[in-house]
């Protein structure tokens, strides 16, 4: 088996992975490294986090269990720094050497800073991966002004999600116009107008020359003297190829790595896909070029003759702050084009089509892009236009276009993926599908900006005919594997019995005979939830932490967190921590946001040993379960606590741990409104008040800041009980798997959840069967200790994990 290695774990390269994964899965020992500490994702959804739209664990493309299940070696985390192509072999930051029959560079692009006095202060940032974004979250919960340079998609989209966050919002751009390179200046005099009304401020024709301010930024200053305010600066004025590692290692480059037309690069065996690439003296930055670069590259590499690739002629389906646009080819006259254009000032809409030779050469659309596929297709196969009516919109009072009865089976239905409707009909007719996610799941249409979405429901609508079930089609099932939605699967399990995860799959009639890494924890985890006393949990059924009950770093090695109930311990928990620590060599000793004490860097092989050696309960900092509760000094010590905050904590703490439950959970215990352990932004957080308790849910720190509602008032520590059980049953019993408390009460409302549990008789059944499924859990290290089938199965040192996953 040859070795394969790719240097950058983004969307190009992985999906170039996914093609040869197609092709062959036994041709090649595939190792892949990453910069950032994250599986693969999807980049282009990266503004509707910023915009809170959206969360970082809804944009992963490929989780941890996908690579762990290809095979895939993932280390995340670690750059390449070297390539030693006389060796084949790569160095990495942490002097990791890998070795290499082929070798493929993906190490795609950063953003492109301004080389002025000042743009290494504190506030100033790119707009490129989730760490920008999560700077700027939180610069917008301490600061008001933000500036960002750049009048181009991603700075209107960075503006536009700074204004969600409320930070008073400049835009500063260097041309007369928005978006230059995409919009001719009446459809970007339309966009700015509407930007203006959303709030945004531009600065047009202003050239930075220097950010102001000691350590932090406090200002820009302009070519022309003048100056503005900021306490942020986000510099989204382009992109630039990462090519430092082929620069350093003698491969060719010019702006970007040079390839030819089988992205081969000057080195033999090396190869280059994505923004760092650089064919025929362009470099790409849509994604459409570069996964069809993706795709001829995984068909050479497996040894298949393929077409060479030619280049690309891009078009651009854009969504600016909730305005449609297209654009593609040409965007301003000449002598030898003539305009076809339609202009509704007052509806919003424009529309102009550039032609030469009874050819369109050029197109762009505002405010209505209907007409983009079919357009955008006589573009790319020059189709004579006489006597062919452009424009079929509601503004020319033609019928509308988009009949897909008439569409052609080679026209682009989804520009970032390359698929046709000739391709979503063969996979809807051929593999049965019926929903959305399923052609979304078999063909690769939607799955990147997802604004193809209603041309794939009409395309499914329309192949299914009589047999297409609107309602079905449009709900969401539980993964791309299966029709079968959250409800129904629960419904199914009840009343057909159904007992084990290959039981479900094999009764409801999986298109995937052995699921994937979606549904395989939702089923096992719903099967659970049912059968409280008599199913067995299938650990290989798990996300792949709580399959090693170990949070895996990004170095591969693992992380052991004892329990500390309410954050409380003792001198012996604490030697016998440090004497384990200081046995196996631990890297790193620290004290957690839960007030507990981790130990980082264990190899996989101490894990059961030091395990056994501590003799401490788990603190499942892995788990979708209870992970802690953090609790303040409370009334034993504080001169202004109301109530025992630590014995209430620990009690809590206690009586949930283990507790499966459809995602983390986490509780804190404050004994006075002062909240010193940030009971207002947990899952469930309790305020200790005179003559009782408040009782807080639905709270969320990190990216998604929520906070807290509050449920309801108690006056004793059983009432506090009593509810938490309650309400934490009722959310394992309704709740989507893998959704946070946060969302699962802005879906049920809090109204109806407050309705549901202040019935006396529903809150003692909601804790009978609390109680009945809290009987039946173990302490999962002592299980593990004693089992050498599951010692040798998972913690030998032949069994090789992958990548590392959020907590």
Not at 252 to 280: F, K, L, Q, W
Not at 581 to 588: D, G, I, R, S
């Amino acid at each position: 088996m040859k070795k394969l290695v790719m240097i950058g774990n983004g969307m190009a390269g992985v999906r170039t992975i996914e093609e040869i994964l197609k092709l062959s899965t036994e041709q090649f020992d595939i190792t892949i490294f990453g910069e950032e500490p994250h599986p693969n994702y999807n980049r282009i959804k990266l503004s509707n986090i910023l915009q809170g739209d959206t969360h970082f664990e809804d944009i992963i493309i490929n989780p941890l269990e996908w690579y762990q299940e290809n095979k895939i070696q993932l280390y995340t985390g670690e750059a390449i720094v070297t390539i030693d192509a006389e060796g084949k072999r790569v160095i990495s930051d942490q002097g990791r050497e890998v070795e290499y029959d082929e070798l493929i560079i993906a190490t795609g692009s950063n953003s492109f800073i301004l080389p002025i006095p000042g743009a290494d202060k504190i506030g100033v940032t790119g707009f490129r991966d989730i760490k920008d974004c999560e700077m700027m979250i939180k610069s917008a919960g301490q600061y008001q002004k933000a500036v960002v340079i750049g009048g181009g998609l991603l700075g209107l989209e960075a503006a536009r999600g700074l204004l969600n966050l409320g930070m008073k919002v400049e835009v500063v751009h260097l041309m007369p116009h928005l978006m230059e390179r995409q919009l001719d200046p009446i459809a970007s005099s339309l966009l700015k107008t509407e930007l203006e009304s959303q709030g945004m401020n531009f600065l047009m024709e202003k050239q930075t020359v220097e950010i102001l301010g000691d350590e932090r930024v406090t200002g820009l200053r302009f070519k022309d003297g003048s100056e503005v305010e900021a306490d942020l600066v986000v510099m989204a004025i382009g992109i630039k190829s990462n090519i430092q590692v082929a620069k350093n290692s003698g491969i060719y480059v010019n702006r970007g790595i040079v390839v030819n037309d089988y992205m081969e690069t000057s080195v033999p065996h090396v190869y280059a896909v994505g923004e760092c690439a650089e064919h025929r003296e362009i470099v790409y930055g849509l994604v459409a070029p570069l996964y069809e670069q993706g795709k001829i590259l995984a068909s050479h590499i497996c040894g298949n003759e393929t077409k060479p690739y030619e280049g690309s002629v891009t078009g651009t389906q854009l969504k600016v702050a909730g305005v449609d646009l297209f654009s593609a080819g040409e965007i301003f006259e000449d002598g030898t084009t003539k305009s076809i254009m339609v202009y509704n000032e007052y509806e919003g809409l424009y529309k102009r089509v550039l032609t030469r030779n009874n050819t369109i050469v050029g197109i762009v659309l505002y405010g209505d892009t209907k007409d983009s596929t079919r357009l955008y297709r006589m573009l790319t196969k020059k189709e004579d236009i006489s006597g062919v009516s452009i424009f079929h919109t509601e503004c020319t009072g033609e019928a509308g276009s988009n009949d897909v009865a008439s569409m052609p089976n080679d026209e682009l239905v989804c520009g970032c993926n390359g698929v046709t409707k000739g391709a979503i009909v063969e996979a809807i007719q051929t593999q049965g599908l019926t929903t959305l996610d399923q052609v979304s799941h078999c063909t690769n249409a939607g799955r990147s900006c997802g604004r193809c979405k209603p041309m794939v429901s009409q395309i499914l609508a329309h192949t299914l005919g009589d047999q297409f079930d609107a309602a079905a089609a449009q709900k969401t099932s539980i993964c791309g594997c299966t029709t079968v939605s959250r409800e129904e699967l629960v419904a199914e399990i009840k009343e057909k019995g159904l007992a084990s995860v290959k039981e479900v799959m094999n009764v409801l009639d999986w298109n995937n005979t052995e699921g994937c890494t979606k549904c395989r924890p939702a089923i096992n985890y719903y099967l659970g939830m049912i059968h409280m006393d008599e199913y067995k949990d299938d650990r290989d059924s798990r996300l792949v932490n709580e399959k090693m009950h170990a949070n895996i770093q990004k170095d591969g090695t693992y992380s052991v967190v004892p329990r500390m109930y309410g954050g409380v311990t003792t001198a012996a928990d604490l030697k016998k921590i440090a004497e384990v620590a200081e046995k196996y060599n631990v890297p790193l000793v620290k004290l957690t946001g839960g007030q507990r004490i981790g130990l980082f860097g264990v190899k996989k092989e101490d894990l059961p040993v030091m395990w056994e050696e501590l003799d401490m309960p788990s603190g499942y900092a892995y788990g979708k379960t209870l992970r802690t509760v953090k609790t303040c000094v409370g009334a034993q010590f504080c001169r202004y606590g109301t109530q025992d905050s630590m014995a209430l904590g620990i009690e809590l703490e206690k009586k949930f741990e283990r507790l499966d439950t459809p995602h983390k959970v986490k509780m804190g215990v404050s004994a006075c409104p002062r909240n010193c352990s940030e009971a207002g932004i947990k899952d469930i957080g309790f305020v200790g008040i005179d003559g009782g308790w408040e009782i807080y849910v639905a709270g969320n720190g990190g990216v998604d800041l929520r906070a807290g509602d509050l449920l309801c008032t108690v006056k004793t520590e059983e009432d506090v009980m009593e509810m938490t059980g309650a309400y934490l049953q009722y959310y394992r019993e309704t709740a989507n798997y893998l959704e946070r408390t946060s969302k699962w009460v802005e879906r049920m409302g809090l109204d109806h959840v407050k309705e549901v549990l202040a019935d006396e008789e529903t809150r003692k059944a909601l804790n009978e069967r609390m109680d009945q499924t809290l009987n039946k859990y173990i302490e999962p290290w002592n299980e593990a200790i004693q089992n050498e089938e599951i010692k040798d199965k998972y913690y030998t040192r032949h069994n090789i994990s992958v990548g590392s996953e959020s907590k």
